[in-house]
Each structure stands twice: as C-alpha cells, then as structure tokens.
C-alpha cells in the first residue's frame, strides 16, 4: 500500500478560482488549480505529483501522437448539502482503466495511484466542486504512450495523469438519431470494449455526417449485419418494451462498459422493470413500435447521465416519441441524482467519500 506521504503535493499561489463563474460552466471548458502527474518508465511506476495545473510539452517523435496509445475515463464528484464531498463508483472506472489498459498493451496503473491519487487530488480542488444541484467535478485520468521514437511497436514509457473540470447540468436536449448502417463503430475482437482515444477519433467522421444529415447522433450497429444495435455516440442505450427494459449484452465486446448503464439496470430493477441484456435487433424495435409497446429510449452516460431520445430513424422508417410523456427515464434519472446528491440513502453503496 501506497502511504499518501508517496504524494508529492505542490500547491499552487495564484488560484484561478475567483475568476471562474460557478454559474457558466460548460462540459469540459475549465480545470481546477492542480493536475496529478506519474511516470512509468523501466517497468515501475515513479513518485506521484500533485502540482499546479499547466502546459506539458513533448518531443514531436512523442509515441502516443503517432500510434495512439492513449486511454482515459471520466468520473464524477459530488459535494452534498453538508459539504461533504463524494466520488461516484470509482472502482469500477479504476478496473475498467485497467482493462482498457491492457488491451492497449499498456501497463496497468496500480489501485493505490488511480483511487489514492484521484482521492487527494479532488481534496487538494475540493473548493472547486459546484453545491448547486445538477453540478458536480468532472474527473478525467488518462494515460498515454511517451516514448520519443518514430517505429510502431508499444512504447516502454508512460504518463497517468488526472485533471478536474468543474461541469453545470448537462443540458441534454431530447436526441434525433439514426441507426447507422454504412460506418462501424466496433467488430468482435476490436476494441469497442476500451476507452482508448482511437475510437473516438474514428467516431467523429459519421457522427459530424449525422448533423450533416440534421440528425443529433448515430446509433451505431453491429459490423456484419447492421442490424443489431450497440451503442448511442458514446452513451450505453435503453428500450423500454412494455414492462422490460432491454440494453445490449457486453459479451461480444462490442459496447462499452457503462458504470452508469450497469446503474441505471439497478435501478430499472428496483422499480419493477424486467431487465434483459441481449441482442437487440432494430426489427425487433420497429415490430414494438408499431404494435405501440415501444415506450422509451435514451441513452446513458455520465457526462449527461439519461439522454431521451426522441426520434428514431431506421432505413426509411421513422419512430417518434413524445417525451414529455415519459415516466421510466425521468424517475430513474431523479433516483439517479438523489443518490449522488446525497439527498437519499445511499443504498447500494455507489459513493466514496473523499
Ligand atoms: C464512456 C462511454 C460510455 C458511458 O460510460 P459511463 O461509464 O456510463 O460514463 C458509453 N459508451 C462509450 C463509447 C463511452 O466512451
């Protein structure tokens, strides 16, 4: 175990936080005062910096540029009513780090860097966390390649950092979207399971042809078929059929692993929906549709939590939903908040404190 004296934590003399409105604050647009940094180099993990947020700069033969080493993960901190500040599942971003990791041929970070480290990190900023409702500390580790060599092979020095945004409600319109049959997101096999930077970067394309197109977004399907339904953009995805809520598997490898998608099938449990994690067909959407038990669909992340999707289109067909109708989605995503907001009993044990 890593005692927290292995923190080397340098703190900064000209915070910027009187000049941040707490009132304007966008997805992703401001960083807090400080930075977690760590080396990997001949096979160990070096001594952990916490110090003032600022520029790194590189060689340009830098690994990660050019072959795209680069994984990350994105977590959330909540302060609540009595100023206690908590981290949302962090566990499970930390293995899921790990995995990605590993399918990068990328060493993995140890617990005690990645929970440790991001623990003391969000405590040396925690005046920056939002107390106001529907606020919270964005959180954002990621590790990428740092060998300085042109030559694709898996480099043998690395950098881990954390950096925080401090993030108002995520506004999310109601979502016009389209299965995507020509561009795939993720094969069995791939990478789909990962959140490395590549996938990403090859996303942009169909999903800027999507708003092209005067659509929000693509639903991505599977590789052979397209038929079968993976993910929203970057966001897990629900339908509720009748009294079942049905979200595709994660055994082809093809989805990623959303904590708030397992989150959310808690708490579709907890009230009274049947659950199935299994392949979905965009057929077997449509049959539900026009035999009206198709109720809702919107997508999960924790960038905007629940994302109603009111529109659908497959090949020529077009499914719409009145939203404002909806109960399912709208209680979940209060149930949702209520926990991490700390306003309710924190019963499945999803919150660490800091
Ligand atoms: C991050 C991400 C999600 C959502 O995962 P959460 O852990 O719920 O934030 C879903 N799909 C993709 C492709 C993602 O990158």
């Not at 003399?13 to 930075?35: E, Q």
């Not at 540029?65 to 499970?92: S, T």
């Not at 989150?263 to 077997?284: A, F, P």
Request: with cysteine; charged share 25%.
């Amino acid at each position: 175990m890593i005692g927290t004296d292995v923190f080397k934590i340098t703190k900064t003399k000209n915070s910027k936080l009187a000049s941040l409105d707490m009132d304007r604050l966008p997805f992703g647009r401001y960083f807090t005062d400080h930075m977690l940094e760590v080396d990997y180099e001949n096979g160990a993990w070096g001594e952990v910096s916490i110090k003032p947020y600022q520029p790194i700069s590189f060689d340009p033969s830098l690994a990660a540029i050019h072959y795209g080493q680069a994984i990350f993960e994105g977590v959330k901190a909540y302060k609540n009513k009595a100023g206690e500040v908590f981290i949302f599942r962090p566990e499970d971003n930390f293995k899921r780090f790990n995995i990605s990791a590993e399918r990068m041929e990328m060493p993995t970070v140890p617990e005690e860097i990645f929970m440790e480290g991001m623990k003391q990190l969000v405590k040396v900023d925690e005046a920056w966390i939002p107390e106001k409702h529907d606020y919270s500390l964005y959180i954002r580790p990621f590790m990428f390649a740092t060998d300085e060599a042109i030559g694709v092979r898996p480099s043998l020095t690395y950098k881990f950092m954390i950096i925080l945004s401090p993030t108002g409600p995520y506004y999310s319109e109601p979502m016009r979207i389209y299965a995507e049959e020509k561009y795939v997101r993720a094969v069995p096999g791939g990478v789909g399971f990962a959140k490395n930077a590549g996938n990403y970067g090859s996303s942009l394309y169909p999903s800027a042809e999507a708003k092209r197109k005067g659509y929000d977004q693509v639903l991505w399907m599977d590789a052979f078929e397209h038929k079968y339904v993976q993910e929203c953009g970057t966001m897990n995805v629900f339908f509720i059929i009748g009294n079942t809520a049905i979200t595709p598997s994660l055994n082809e490898g093809t989805i990623l692993a959303g904590v708030t998608r397992d989150s959310v099938i808690e708490l579709l449990k907890e009230l009274g929906l049947n659950v199935e994690e299994r392949r979905l067909s965009m057929d077997e959407i449509v049959e539900a549709y026009k035999k009206g038990t198709l109720r809702e669909v919107f997508g999960t992340g924790t960038a905007a939590t629940i994302s109603p999707i009111k529109e659908l289109a497959y090949k020529d067909f077009v499914m719409k939903f009145d939203v404002d109708k909806w109960t399912v989605a709208p209680d979940v995503k209060k149930r949702m908040s209520d926990i991490k907001e700390g306003n309710v009993e924190d019963s499945f044990g999803w919150l660490v404190k800091v």
